[in-house]
């Protein structure tokens, strides 16, 4: 009976542990996408408006742009 009780507690830690670094590695993606964000909408910003408007941009629509699969603006 005792084994049966440790090779659950076992299961247990090893489920446990295993979705400590799912979610640490759902949080990392999250971070590196955020600063690829962060980064392009920096790019955006140092262009000039005649820069954005060739790309169909103007500056109040850099978030928007840069958000636009989080956003349902």
């Known amino acids: 009976m ?3 009780a440790t090779h659950s507690d076992t ?3 090893a ?3 295993s979705a ?3 979610r640490l590695g759902a949080a990392l ?4 996408e955020n600063r690829s964000r ?3 909408m920096e790019r955006l ?3 000039s408006d005649e820069e954005l408007a060739a790309l169909g941009l103007r500056r109040e629509d850099i978030a ?3 958000f636009r699969d989080m956003m349902f603006i």
Do not use: D, P, T
């Not at 993606?29 to 590196?32: N, Q, S």
């Open 64 to 66: 928007r742009y840069v």
């Open 11 to 13: 299961a247990s830690f």
């Open 38 to 40: 962060v980064e392009q």
């Open 20 to 22: 400590l670094f799912s």
């Open 29 to 32: 993606m999250r971070a590196a």
């Open 45 to 47: 910003n140092a262009k």
């Open 2 to 4: 005792a084994h049966a």
């Open 15 to 17: 489920a446990g542990l």
